[in-house]
Nanobody
Framework: QVQVVESGGGLVQTGGSLRLSCTVS????????IGWYRQAPGRQREAIADVNLSGRINYADSREGRFIISRDTTKNTVYLQMNSLKPEDTAVYYC?????????WGQGTQVTVSS
């Protein structure tokens, strides 16, 4: 059974940084893509970035270059480095591992940025 586990969230001040981790329970190369999403209170879930099987990275928008996605295939883990955090980045951050038309979601990790 596929498990997707996020970690690394927490409370940080404006301008601070966090690195989120997404670890999958099977070989990372079993997935077509693994991506990060977030959902703020009262808002729809939105895509942030993903990395595909070949390692190609796609960002949903620029976010001024503050967010960087990467992966460590030896650890079956995808990271999201978040810098210069703003209060509007406060949200639950989710990871999704996709294979063909099926997506496996993690439980999410809360990120709170204080002003």
């Amino acid at each position: 059974q596929v498990q997707v586990v996020e970690s690394g969230g927490g409370l940080v001040q404006t301008g601070g940084s966090l690195r989120l981790s997404c670890t999958v329970s099977v070989n990372i190369f079993e997935f077509n893509a693994i991506g990060w999403y977030r959902q703020a209170p009262g808002r729809q879930r939105e895509a942030i970035a993903d990395v595909n099987l070949s390692g190609r990275i796609n960002y949903a928008d620029s976010r001024e270059g503050r967010f960087i996605i990467s992966r460590d295939t030896t650890k079956n883990t995808v990271y999201l480095q978040m810098n210069s955090l703003k209060p509007e980045d406060t949200a639950v951050y989710y990871c999704k591992a996709s294979v063909l038309s099926r997506g496996y979601w993690g439980q999410g990790t809360q990120v709170t940025v204080s002003s």
